[in-house]
């Protein structure tokens, strides 16, 4: 699975568990640090926390592993890093006192027909 498959993957998994504002932002060709954004938000930090773990077991299942998770203890804003894909999720107050979106505003963003598309779990 090349990263932009596995960008879109994730965002119709997240979208199945009732993640909201999904985007997936193509970051490749203005910084080193990845391909793409996946930017969830959640209405909780119970959410936040579960859309989290059950990403991470969605993932693992298929022999994905993170290089890295962070922010699970605030749930605030939880970074998932699988090296060329990097997913943020937000919960809905902190993403828009962060601005994400703004930021990276430049990126393209992949379109996103989530319809109908949730994943197996």
Same mark, same amino acid.
């Given at each position: 699975?090349n990263?932009?498959?596995?960008?879109?993957?994730? *965002?119709?998994?997240? =979208?199945?568990?009732?993640?909201t504002?999904?985007? /997936?932002?193509?970051?490749?060709?203005?910084? &080193?640090? @990845?391909? !793409?954004?996946?930017?969830?938000? *959640?209405?909780?930090?119970?959410?936040?926390?579960?859309?989290?773990?059950?990403?991470?077991? !969605?993932?693992?299942?298929? @022999?994905?592993?993170?290089?890295? +998770? %962070?922010?699970?203890?605030? *749930?605030? #804003? +939880?970074?998932?890093? $699988?090296? =060329? /894909?990097?997913?943020?999720?937000? $919960?809905?107050? &902190?993403? =828009?006192? $962060?601005? +994400?979106d703004? /930021? #990276? *505003? =430049?990126?393209?963003?992949?379109?996103?027909?989530?319809?109908?598309? @949730?994943? %197996?779990?």
């Amino acid at each position: 699975m090349n990263s932009k498959e596995l960008a879109l993957s994730i *965002a119709r998994f997240l =979208d199945s568990k009732k993640a909201t504002d999904l985007e /997936v932002i193509q970051i490749g060709e203005l910084t &080193t640090i @990845g391909d !793409y954004f996946v930017v969830a938000t *959640a209405s909780n930090t119970t959410l936040v926390k579960s859309l989290c773990e059950d990403l991470d077991e !969605y993932l693992g299942r298929q @022999g994905i592993e993170p290089k890295r +998770i %962070e922010g699970r203890s605030s *749930a605030q #804003w +939880i970074l998932m890093d $699988y090296r =060329d /894909v990097i997913v943020h999720i937000f $919960y809905s107050e &902190t993403r =828009d006192f $962060y601005s +994400i979106d703004r /930021v #990276w *505003a =430049d990126a393209p963003r992949l379109p996103l027909d989530l319809q109908g598309e @949730g994943e %197996e779990t």
